[in-house]
């Protein structure tokens, strides 16, 4: 999997760049000054760093002066005072992109795939070639149980060839992961991987995100915009909850799909694609289509390789192997070594995951917040079968750092209180507003 290292002295804005950076397929440590950017990258050299220009202790300039990165990683400047003179000096310093507040999103996920896209070759073929009951993990997937077994020997066979892949599952179930697997796996693994969630964007947005539009094709079209398939060519595009996309747009995607041609709004030339299209819902496709929600005829073209992903509940003992995944994760992030208590551990493996891989990493995460060293049963949410309710008092180490302790205060008195956030602020005798900005900063970079 890719490394990421985010630097930026707003924790707001290094914490939404976490996630995004994430949920391009990335491991992400961050940093809010140079000094513990050098010490994060002694640690870890990452694929890509995303450096603030300005920070507390010298400018990101600085950190490919200082640091022998070398080609393995490429460095891109970020910040909200641009000007050419420090755009210049930092792209002859090796820097390999330059970006303005607030972010271009569209280009910044594009940096991302094409490093995610120049991964060894060779580690694609070993993780293809290498038996998952040894390694217990494909791609971005982790899991040893026997449904992971059969998911990774379909998507070994599909991953080489140009079939559309159809994955069903319940939501949390990493059907995302499940699809830039298969990119990282195909031959097309080193063009560009671009992900759609089709219910994410406002139906008068999506054919243009889609297809593309001309200049002054509709009020406020100011320039030529390439759509997700002209921007995938030659690569794979995800379409995740398909059956979101308005049912009068699906006519046009099948004649996609059928031609190999999109046209863009507005124009009359047909430009030629070559993408691969990966689909995905976590509704049942036969209903989807009784219901209206999904073309007969468009799920017939999409669900050439029909995939199920497992849900949690069915993987036995995957639940302590991702939650200690998830759980060294935040130890090498924090620079901490939490464990699971075995009684805790039995709460994890009994709870039905109605939320799925992703209701997990979550709890770990708030769990991981609560705990000083051992990860009780206590440190666990009501709904996991911890016990919130009864805490009543916490201990704190001596040395634990005030920031640890506001949080865990926070944390504590919000579960205590059923997610309250209104009750807790009050108790806590701070605003409401200071109570979101606060957990806002709580969440996972």
Request: glycine share 8%; with cysteine; hydrophobic share 40%.
């Given at each position: 999997m890719p490394h990421a290292l985010a630097v930026d002295d707003d924790p707001n804005f290094l914490s939404a760049l976490a996630e995004l950076i994430e949920g391009q397929g990335f491991t992400t440590n961050t940093a809010c000054t140079l000094r513990d950017a050098r010490a994060q990258v002694s640690h870890r050299t990452p694929d890509v760093a995303l450096v603030d220009l300005y920070l507390p202790d010298g400018s990101g300039i600085d950190l490919l002066k200082d640091l022998e990165l070398g080609a393995a990683t490429e460095v891109v400047l970020m910040t909200g005072h641009a000007d050419v003179e420090s755009a210049v000096q930092a792209l002859r310093l090796g820097a390999s992109d330059y970006l303005t507040k607030p972010l271009d999103i569209g280009r910044l996920k594009s940096i991302l795939a094409n490093v995610a896209s120049v991964q060894p070759a060779a580690q694609g073929a070993q993780a293809q070639t290498a038996e998952p009951q040894e390694v217990g993990r494909l791609g971005l997937l982790l899991g040893a149980s026997p449904p992971m077994q059969a998911l990774y020997e379909m998507l070994n066979r599909v991953a080489p060839t140009d079939a559309s892949v159809f994955l069903v599952g319940e939501s949390g179930t990493g059907k995302d992961l499940a699809a830039q697997t298969l990119h990282m796996l195909s031959r097309r693994s080193r063009a560009p991987f671009l992900p759609l969630n089709c219910g994410a964007i406002s139906p008068t947005l999506i054919e243009s995100e889609l297809f593309g539009h001309e200049r002054g094709s509709f009020t406020g079209a100011a320039r030529r915009h390439k759509g997700y398939f002209e921007r995938a060519h030659t690569g794979t595009l995800f379409l995740d909850e398909i059956s979101e996309m308005p049912i009068e747009l699906q006519v046009k995607l099948l004649r996609v799909l059928e031609t190999g041609e999109v046209v863009r709004i507005g124009g009359d030339q047909a430009a030629p694609v070559d993408v691969r299209v990966i689909a995905a819902t976590n509704r049942d496709p036969q209903k989807a289509v009784n219901e209206g929600k999904l073309r007969e005829d468009l799920l017939y073209r999409l669900q050439v390789f029909p995939i199920h992903m497992p849900p949690l509940r069915e993987r036995g003992d995957d639940v302590q192997l991702?939650?200690?995944?998830?759980?060294?994760?935040?130890?090498?992030?924090?620079?901490?070594?939490?464990?699971?208590?075995?009684?805790?551990?039995?709460?994890?493996?009994?709870?039905?995951w109605p939320g799925n891989v992703r209701e997990l990493k979550n709890v770990v995460h708030r769990a991981f917040i609560m705990a000083d060293h051992e990860i009780t049963p206590r440190c666990l949410p009501r709904e996991v079968g911890g016990d919130f309710g009864s805490v009543r008092s916490l201990n704190f180490q001596v040395g634990t750092s005030i920031e640890e302790v506001e949080r865990r205060l926070i944390m504590a008195t919000l579960d205590a209180h059923g997610g309250n956030k209104r009750k807790t602020a009050d108790i806590l005798g701070v605003s409401l507003k200071t109570l979101y900005n606060r957990l806002n900063t709580y969440r996972e970079p």
């Amino acid at each position: 999997m890719p490394h990421a290292l985010a630097v930026d002295d707003d924790p707001n804005f290094l914490s939404a760049l976490a996630e995004l950076i994430e949920g391009q397929g990335f491991t992400t440590n961050t940093a809010c000054t140079l000094r513990d950017a050098r010490a994060q990258v002694s640690h870890r050299t990452p694929d890509v760093a995303l450096v603030d220009l300005y920070l507390p202790d010298g400018s990101g300039i600085d950190l490919l002066k200082d640091l022998e990165l070398g080609a393995a990683t490429e460095v891109v400047l970020m910040t909200g005072h641009a000007d050419v003179e420090s755009a210049v000096q930092a792209l002859r310093l090796g820097a390999s992109d330059y970006l303005t507040k607030p972010l271009d999103i569209g280009r910044l996920k594009s940096i991302l795939a094409n490093v995610a896209s120049v991964q060894p070759a060779a580690q694609g073929a070993q993780a293809q070639t290498a038996e998952p009951q040894e390694v217990g993990r494909l791609g971005l997937l982790l899991g040893a149980s026997p449904p992971m077994q059969a998911l990774y020997e379909m998507l070994n066979r599909v991953a080489p060839t140009d079939a559309s892949v159809f994955l069903v599952g319940e939501s949390g179930t990493g059907k995302d992961l499940a699809a830039q697997t298969l990119h990282m796996l195909s031959r097309r693994s080193r063009a560009p991987f671009l992900p759609l969630n089709c219910g994410a964007i406002s139906p008068t947005l999506i054919e243009s995100e889609l297809f593309g539009h001309e200049r002054g094709s509709f009020t406020g079209a100011a320039r030529r915009h390439k759509g997700y398939f002209e921007r995938a060519h030659t690569g794979t595009l995800f379409l995740d909850e398909i059956s979101e996309m308005p049912i009068e747009l699906q006519v046009k995607l099948l004649r996609v799909l059928e031609t190999g041609e999109v046209v863009r709004i507005g124009g009359d030339q047909a430009a030629p694609v070559d993408v691969r299209v990966i689909a995905a819902t976590n509704r049942d496709p036969q209903k989807a289509v009784n219901e209206g929600k999904l073309r007969e005829d468009l799920l017939y073209r999409l669900q050439v390789f029909p995939i199920h992903m497992p849900p949690l509940r069915e993987r036995g003992d995957d639940v302590q192997l991702l939650a200690d995944y998830f759980l060294g994760q935040l130890n090498e992030r924090q620079g901490t070594d939490k464990v699971f208590t075995e009684d805790s551990l039995d709460r994890l493996r009994t709870h039905s995951w109605p939320g799925n891989v992703r209701e997990l990493k979550n709890v770990v995460h708030r769990a991981f917040i609560m705990a000083d060293h051992e990860i009780t049963p206590r440190c666990l949410p009501r709904e996991v079968g911890g016990d919130f309710g009864s805490v009543r008092s916490l201990n704190f180490q001596v040395g634990t750092s005030i920031e640890e302790v506001e949080r865990r205060l926070i944390m504590a008195t919000l579960d205590a209180h059923g997610g309250n956030k209104r009750k807790t602020a009050d108790i806590l005798g701070v605003s409401l507003k200071t109570l979101y900005n606060r957990l806002n900063t709580y969440r996972e970079p």
